[in-house]
């Protein structure tokens, strides 16, 4: 069982549509961060999240942090064929940047 | 800058060879990290380094061991390679410790018949 459930595991959606990728964890985290993947390529940082309640956005990509700090979602406005890819959230629970990461949600954007 | 670099790219190794994956960053950072991906799995460590000389366990040691004499390097072997250890391997670093960002390397994808 992983610390860190993410859903759906897989996710196939029209250019134009919205979509909502969840990371779930029965622990508390002191901060939480979402990474993309690219196939062949290591993950690059979207975002991090520190605070309970946090909404972060970045373009058409919002963030939100949960209120106990347990899960966090990434939505999706008007999806684009650029956002497919593997995208990670990774927990940090104490001080030295030990990533949790969870399973990963493969978003495949068709045009 | 080149970042974070990893060599080899790809390796096919029978049961019982050894190797070790070399992984090198040009940022100065202080922390480094191996990890393994398997599908559905995510990223799981398997060691750490918290600076020069320094090494420690992370979530999936056994079979792997590594090094950091130097700051910018940080070398991953094994010692007798298993089909288990199929997989891709990340190199990772950050600056320092908490919410700092980790930047990865591309990947080796190893195969191990």
């Known amino acids: 069982t992983q610390l860190l459930e993410q859903s759906p595991q897989f996710l196939s959606i029209q250019e134009g549509e919205n979509l909502t990728v969840y990371c779930n964890s029965s622990?508390?985290?002191?901060?939480l961060q979402w990474y993309r993947q690219e196939p062949g390529e290591g993950p690059v940082l979207l975002v991090t999240v520190v605070t309970g309640g946090e909404v972060k956005k970045l373009k058409r990509l919002t963030f939100q942090f949960g209120d106990a700090r347990k899960d966090s979602s990434l939505h999706i406005t008007a999806a684009q064929p650029g956002d497919t890819g593997l995208y990670l959230c990774?927990?940090?629970?104490?001080?030295?940047?030990?990533?949790?990461f969870g399973g990963g949600t493969r978003v495949l954007v068709k045009p | 800058n080149a970042g974070v670099t990893q060599t080899p790219k790809f390796r096919v190794l029978k049961t019982g060879q050894s190797m070790t994956l070399l992984c090198a960053q040009d940022m100065n950072h202080e922390y480094m990290y191996w990890y393994r991906q398997d599908p559905g799995m995510g990223l799981r460590l398997i060691h750490y380094s918290v600076g020069e000389g320094t090494t420690a366990k992370g979530e999936v040691p056994d079979g792997y061991n590594v090094s950091r004499l130097k700051k910018q390097n940080f070398l991953l072997g094994l010692e007798s390679a298993a089909p288990s250890q199929t997989s891709v391997y990340f190199c990772a670093s950050s600056y320092s410790g908490y919410q700092e960002t980790q930047y990865f390397g591309p990947g080796t994808r190893l195969l191990v018949l």
């Open positions: 990774a927990g940090e629970r104490a001080a030295g940047n030990k990533l949790t």
């Open positions: 622990s508390v985290f002191s901060s």
